[in-house]
């Protein structure tokens, strides 16, 4: 597994490197010891998966405070999807920034999204799959979220949106005084 740090600090990729021959694919999915500078000392509590039928839909922008604040390990297994970070920690110096990949199967990709970031994701092929690993439990009490149209995130999406749930509608803008979570 090769990790790839990007503009925001604690939000990295991972490339797999696949097996092939003739008979399929063979890709390791999560290694403690290979992973162990990107988790730290964590470890994976929960692992969730989800399937999302129709091109264009968008799920997002989600986290959890702090003390149930997690990182998340994302990673693709059918279909293509546009997942996304957004820097929500208060001083940091990427604050509100986000951070994009392009997680499918094939390019064998995970996006490592940590504590004090949103995650979500708009689906680039119909019924694409994202299977989560989260380092805490998930906590109701402890839920957060921006909007996926927040204009102070001014996340681009790479298709129009066709569907969001109407709990993601429901989710306020982050208001001008919003000065980040706290660590």
Same mark, same amino acid.
């Given at each position: 597994?090769?990790?790839?740090? =990007?503009?925001?600090?604690?939000?990295?990729?991972?490339?797999? =490197?696949?097996?092939?021959?003739?008979?399929?694919?063979?890709?390791?999915?999560?290694?403690?010891?290979?992973?162990?500078?990107?988790?730290?000392?964590?470890?994976?509590?929960?692992?969730?998966?989800?399937? =999302?039928?129709?091109?264009?839909?968008?799920?997002?922008?989600h986290f959890q405070r702090a003390p149930h604040a997690e990182m998340k390990l994302v990673r693709c297994l059918r279909g293509k999807v546009w997942d996304v970070a957004v820097d929500l920690r208060a001083d940091s110096p990427t604050f509100l920034?986000?951070?994009?990949?392009?997680?499918?199967?094939?390019?064998?990709?995970?996006?490592?999204?940590?504590?004090?970031?949103?995650?979500?994701?708009?689906?680039?092929?119909?019924?694409?799959?994202?299977?989560?690993?989260? =380092?805490?439990?998930?906590e109701p009490a402890a839920e957060g979220a921006a909007r996926y149209d927040d204009p102070r995130l001014g996340i681009t999406w790479p298709l129009p949106v066709s569907e969001v749930s109407q709990r993601d509608q429901l989710h306020p803008f982050l208001s001008n005084e919003f000065r980040g979570l706290p660590a």
């Open positions: 597994m090769n990790i790839e740090p =990007t503009a925001i600090a604690g939000v990295k990729v991972v490339q797999a =490197t696949p097996f092939a021959d003739h008979r399929g694919v063979f890709q390791r999915v999560f290694c403690d010891r290979e992973l162990e500078a990107v988790i730290e000392g964590r470890h994976v509590v929960q692992i969730n998966h989800s399937r =999302t039928m129709n091109v264009g839909a968008v799920r997002g922008m920034r986000w951070h994009a990949e392009e997680l499918s199967f094939d390019n064998g990709r995970m996006l490592v999204i940590p504590e004090g970031c949103a995650h979500g994701f708009q689906v680039l092929e119909p019924e694409s799959e994202l299977l989560y690993l989260h =380092t805490a439990h998930y």
